[in-house]
Nanobody
């Protein structure tokens, strides 16, 4: 059974830093793109970052320069810096088979339950 389990959510002050992690189990994820998405209150789910098995990354302009994504085997991390109130969201770990990074959530087959990050201003 495939499981993605996020951890690290919490309350952070604006301007601060915070780290998230996700442990994947149930299969070998070496052939999977690993990604972070988020859903802010009242908004659609949003692509945040993704990393290939070879370490190539893609982040949208909204978080580029502030967030970083990395992985090691079946563990995924995200380092978040200069956090803003608009970064408040439930953050999800996701996995998509293949080597091409997609930003559409429909491309990701496996999802975690999410971890809440709240940035106080």
């Amino acid at each position: 059974q495939v499981q993605l389990v996020e951890s690290g959510g919490g309350l952070v002050q604006a301007g601060g830093s915070h780290n998230l992690s996700c442990v994947a189990s149930g299969r070998t994820f070496g052939s999977y793109i690993m990604a972070w998405f988020r859903r802010a209150p009242g908004k659609d789910i949003e692509f945040v970052a993704a990393v290939t098995s070879s370490g190539s990354t893609h982040l949208p302009e909204s978080v580029k320069g502030r967030f970083a994504i990395s992985r090691d085997k079946n563990t995924l991390w995200m380092q978040m810096h200069s956090l803003k109130a608009e970064d408040t969201a439930n953050y999800y770990c996701a996995a998509s088979y293949g080597t091409i990074i997609y930003v559409a959530r429909e491309r990701y087959r496996y999802w975690g339950q999410g971890t809440q990050v709240t940035v106080s201003s």
